[in-house]
């Protein structure tokens, strides 16, 4: 199965990507050590633009001069979490405590380890443990907000809100939190007042705009979204987050002559950005352009080798085409050793196990993809036609007549059909 990287439309993934989980935020706002280091304020940079192979060389260049470095070694460990290698940040976050047990940022990263986890519990000690070390360390507090939040902890959450907007005006985590919570209230018009004051708040920053977007996008208000990313651009014409945004509004629209252009506008200013790249991947296919749709997820595994859904989807691609097939088998193996719960991974192999005739193996992937999945209608009709195969009829049947139920106009819908009459 393709995964089209589909926009993500609510307000808290503007709260992940600006002011929790950005690569650039796992340090105070004025630590020495983030500060005079000149490659490491590059490799800061290279992560936020998402070129995350350039910026784990120069902080491993970093440490080899200067194996202390604790900023880098967190570096590392916000790379690892980037790519969902949960245990080796986890590993290299331990390391920086074990020799500095009083640092705030690393009991921060220890934190987002533990939330990647799944550990609330454990992460929230490590967040209070950051904000005792330092009461000004804002990316903890913005953490504990949204931890609160997830437990429907409203009024401490919008304290926490509250208190980051005054402490810093600009940063972007208060004012989104707290729109947020006044848009779960269904005060839209309340949360976009909210936004609005941080955009007063940080009149030359480009976020706000490109934040308010995503809120009109998440309301499918398409033509708003793109007035918004307008403004974004206008203080800032290489925000290429703007750019994409762009992209993800004229698709919404159906216009994917645009979204392309607007996708390849944002790659253009940023190379390496990969969510770019694969939601251009995805337009193009949309449009009928294969070849190019081919050629862009090629370059997002150039562009970071470690990255899952460049495989997955050039090896989607690659199985529609005769003669491909090994080569796509060992795209989708790829995809599944990088990110072992990656449900579109394990259907994208299962599927091409099924097209080589390998009935068992295709389902022992399958089933692993509707367990990850939570049984999306394709992975339900290639797991019943693999079973149909083997001569599982009682297998079988129930899981295409689930799938049909649930999406009448699958591909292979005729056949499908025809195997629930025969199985009947």
Not at 99 to 121: I, R, T, Y
Request: aromatic content about 8%; charged content about 25%; proline content about 5%.
């Amino acid at each position: 199965m393709i995964n089209r990287k589909e926009v993500v439309l609510i307000v808290v993934v503007a709260v992940l990507g600006w002011a929790v989980a950005g690569p650039h935020r796992f340090f105070a706002d004025s630590i020495p050590l983030a500060r005079g280091h000149a490659d490491f304020e590059k490799a800061l940079s290279l992560m936020k633009e998402g070129n995350l192979p350039a910026a784990e060389q120069m902080l491993r260049s970093i440490l080899k001069n200067d194996p202390s470095h604790v900023n880098s070694m967190l570096g590392l460990a916000q790379i690892s979490l980037d790519r969902a290698k949960l245990a080796d940040a986890e590993r290299q976050v331990l390391k920086v405590l074990s020799a500095h047990s009083s640092s705030p940022e690393a009991h921060n990263m220890m934190g987002v380890v533990h939330l990647a986890q799944k550990k609330s519990g454990p992460a929230m000690l490590e967040f209070q443990r950051a904000i005792q070390l330092n009461p000004k360390y804002v990316t903890p507090r913005t953490y504990l907000a949204a931890l609160y939040r997830a437990q429907d902890k409203l009024v401490l959450a919008e304290n926490e809100y509250k208190v980051l907007i005054q402490m810093a005006p600009r940063w972007p985590a208060g004012h989104v939190g707290l729109a947020q919570i006044e848009m779960s209230r269904g005060r839209f018009d309340r949360g976009i007042e909210i936004l609005r004051g941080w955009a007063k708040a940080d009149p030359k920053s480009s976020e706000p705009g490109t934040v308010l977007g995503m809120v009109y996008l998440s309301h499918q208000d398409y033509s708003k979204a793109l007035l918004e990313f307008d403004a974004a651009l206008k203080r800032d014409p290489r925000a290429a987050p703007a750019l994409k945004g762009k992209g993800d509004a004229y698709s919404g629209l159906g216009q994917w002559d645009k979204a392309i252009q607007s996708y390849r506008e944002a790659i253009k200013l940023s190379p390496k950005y990969l969510d770019a790249h694969l939601l251009l991947g995805s337009a193009y296919v949309r449009v009928g352009q294969v070849e190019n749709a081919i050629s862009t997820y090629r370059s997002c595994i150039q562009i970071d080798p470690q990255f899952p859904g460049g495989y997955n989807n050039l090896a989607w691609l690659l199985a529609q085409r005769p003669g491909n097939l090994n080569e796509a088998l060992g795209f989708a193996k790829r995809a599944t050793e990088l990110e072992p719960r990656y449900a579109d991974a394990h259907d994208t192999l299962g599927w091409i196990y099924f097209q080589k005739g390998e009935y068992t193996q295709a389902v022992t992937e399958l089933k692993k993809a509707k367990e990850l999945n939570g049984g999306r209608p394709e992975t339900l009709a290639h797991l019943g036609m693999s079973y149909y195969k083997l001569g599982r009829a009682k297998e079988a049947l129930p899981e295409i007549q689930q799938a049909l139920a649930m999406n009448a106009n699958l591909p292979h819908a005729p056949m499908l059909r025809k195997i629930v009459e025969e199985l009947k």
